[in-house]
């Protein structure tokens, strides 16, 4: 789309993002590995199913690495200035450069960002003017990814009939339970945090 690639050298921040692709990763192998593919061998469930699964899970990992490598919107170092609009900017204290008003320095990444909402680990990127849309993006299919999940690991044991083929010297099946369990609780709680940011993103916009 022509946008300019923002790479940040932050290891804290690439810690942050290697926790939640871990996180993506994990329920991407063991919830069709345990749920979907036996279901669906044994005629439970349809192709469908895995489908739309694999799909919100591409939808996801897209959104988290074009939300992490998208520009910002940093400010060049020589800005442009029209005349006409030199009284709606004003210098920064921080990096001693010209900036038009509602625009922040961070810290984290060392310049000014226009319409910066905050800095966020997590994409290891600020979310400001430029890439802001690709962040809400990333919260709306994360939400999809878990709740998907956790529909899942709730049908598995209480929806769906008990698996008749299982082999049992397969380590996802000798520890079928603990795996959806850990599932689980990375489900609840990104569901939990990505849903009250999500809605507080939509608020500030709306408001």
């Known amino acids: 789309m022509g ?14 993002m290697g926790l939640i692709i871990f996180v993506w990763l994990y329920n991407t192998i063991f919830i069709p590995k345990v749920i979907l593919f036996p279901h669906y061998e044994e005629g439970h469930i349809s192709v469908v199913a895995i489908l739309c ?14 939300a992490s490598l998208a520009d910002p919107g940093k400010l060049p170092e020589n800005p442009k200035i029209p005349i006409t609009e030199l009284e709606y900017w004003e ?25 910066m909402d905050h ?3 997590w994409i290891n990127n600020c979310v400001g003017e430029d890439n802001h849309w690709l962040f809400l993006q990333l919260c709306f299919y994360t939400q999809i990814l878990s709740s998907y999940t956790l529909i899942l690991d709730f049908c598995h044991y209480y929806y769906f009939l ?8 397969v380590f996802v099946f000798r520890h079928e339970l603990a795996l959806l369990r850990i ?13 009250g940011l999500f809605y507080t993103q939509l608020m500030g916009i709306f408001t």
């Open 162 to 169: 008990p698996l008749k083929k299982q082999n049992w010297d």
């Open 91 to 115: 210098l920064c204290n921080k990096c001693n450069m010209m900036r038009p008003k509602r625009s922040h320095h961070c810290s984290r990444c060392g310049h000014c960002v226009r319409r």
């Open 53 to 66: 699964y694999y799909f919100c899970s591409l939808f996801c990992i897209a959104s988290l690495l074009r």
């Open 119 to 121: 800095h966020c680990p």
């Open 183 to 195: 599932s689980a609780f990375m489900g609840l709680i990104i569901l939990g945090e990505i849903s």
């Open 3 to 16: 946008r300019r690639i923002h790479f940040v050298v932050d290891p804290q921040g690439w810690c942050c």
